[in-house]
């Protein structure tokens, strides 16, 4: 019991000494949290923005962006969703051609494209949903198969984000 009291007074002064610190720095600590909340809130948005920019560097004018494919819709021949079928029957972009990434980079000849009516003189979109399958493709298509590079674009838009540019008067529907 003698000690709990004699631990009281320094308990308290403890307390007291973190509560005056504490209101001494309150604009320091309040800025700290508003900053930490801050960045927290943004750190998806900084890794997409930081994904878009590698993908932008790595493969230069070839990758467009969300905005930059709204900007010129019409410029492409055809659109190609190679995601898996699954992906593809969930739902996809209009009028787009399901060709699942995997055939087209197991396939050394260009016959597997010219069968769905693709051919090298097509400017071509390709999507997936991050742009990793659309890369794969995309570099096999010019390197392998002697695609013009200036004529295939990826992007990893949503297929419901090129949907509504692409047709903008439809509803996307999703499973």
């Known amino acids: 019991m003698e ?14 000494t973190v509560l005056n610190l504490l209101w001494d720095n309150k604009i320091k600590l309040v800025l700290f949290t508003t900053f930490t909340l801050v960045g927290y809130v943004n750190i ?6 930081q994904d878009d920019l590698r993908r932008k560097q790595l493969h230069k004018n070839q990758y467009l962006s969300l ?9 492409f021949d055809k659109v190609i969703d190679v ?15 399901h060709i699942d990434y995997k055939e087209v980079v197991s396939n050394q000849k260009n016959d597997f494209l010219k069968n ?7 400017t071509i979109l390709l999507y997936c ?3 990793r399958r659309a890369s794969l493709v995309a570099t096999h298509m010019i390197e392998k198969l002697n695609y013009n590079k200036k004529n295939i674009y990826i992007t990893n838009a949503s297929y419901k984000d090129l949907e509504n540019i692409f047709h903008p008067t439809q509803k996307v529907q999703s499973s």
């Open 83 to 97: 995601r898996s079928i699954e992906e593809y029957n969930k739902g996809h972009v209009t009028n787009s051609i």
């Open 3 to 16: 000690m709990s009291k004699s631990m009281n007074p320094s308990v308290n002064l403890y307390n007291q």
């Open 44 to 49: 998806p948005k900084l890794h997409k923005m």
């Open 67 to 75: 905005n930059e494919i709204s900007e010129r819709p019409d410029i």
């Open 129 to 131: 949903k991050t742009g």
């Open 116 to 122: 769905h009516n693709i051919n090298s003189k097509d």
